[in-house]
């Protein structure tokens, strides 16, 4: 997971409006176990586009652990 964290994160340095490679980083960061920043990245994700429904069903799911 790391080096897909690595690879979403320089995806972001290149179109910090990308919605899909937040969500990607939070999928990594919830698989490493880190609630926090996956949930900051969800919701920056949703931000950017509020249409991806599965980045919100995996942000829902989330906060209820």
């Known amino acids: 997971y790391h080096k897909a964290l690595e690879v979403f994160q320089f995806a972001v340095t290149v179109n910090n409006l990308y919605a899909d ?3 990607y ?3 990594c960061y919830a698989m490493m176990t880190k ?3 996956a949930v900051l990245r969800f ?3 949703l931000q950017l586009d509020p249409t991806l429904n599965e980045t919100r069903e995996h942000l ?6």
Request: no cysteine; net charge neutral; charged share 45%.
């Open 21 to 23: 490679a937040y969500s």
């Open 25 to 27: 980083q939070a999928r």
């Open 35 to 37: 609630k926090d920043s």
């Open 43 to 45: 919701t920056q994700s």
């Open 60 to 65: 829902e799911k989330l906060e209820k652990e």
